[in-house]
Nanobody
Framework: QVQLVESGGGLVQPGGSLRLSCAAS????????IGWFRQAPGKEREGISC????????YYAEPVKGRFTISRDKAKSTAYLQMNSLKPEDTAVYYC????????????????WSQGTQVTVSS
């Protein structure tokens, strides 16, 4: 089955760090850009980061700039989101997805999604 398998979520204290992983199962990520999204309770889903395949360019939404880092390992068909200096407002369900990525606007034309993982930042 073609799917994205996400892991790494959990509970962390403010100021702490987590790393999310997004692994391709049944295909490789050679020709796919990867994006990360999140949805907090009562809010719409927002795109927070993506990385392209053509040139490795990255996009970050303003709330996570300087704190989150996106990367990918094509040999492992896996993308990552390193989250540092976490804040309570980062609490959300996080998703990864395939699509296209521009450094100006983020991910577009999404076609495959992970199951989502809960990230809770709380004391």
């Amino acid at each position: 089955q073609v799917q994205l398998v996400e892991s790494g979520g959990g509970l962390v204290q403010p100021g702490g760090s987590l790393r999310l992983s997004c692994a391709a199962s049944g295909f490789t990520l050679d020709y796919n850009a990867i994006g990360w999204f999140r949805q907090a309770p009562g809010k719409e889903r927002e795109g927070i980061s993506c990385i392209s395949t053509s040139d490795g360019g990255t996009y970050y939404a303003e709330p996570v700039k300087g704190r989150f880092t996106i990367s990918r390992d094509k040999a492992k068909s896996t993308a990552y989101l390193q989250m540092n200096s976490l804040k309570p407002e980062d609490t959300a369900v996080y998703y990864c997805a395939t699509g296209g990525c521009t450094v100006e606007a983020g991910l577009y034309e999404y076609d495959l999604w992970s199951q989502g993982t809960q990230v809770t930042v709380s004391s």
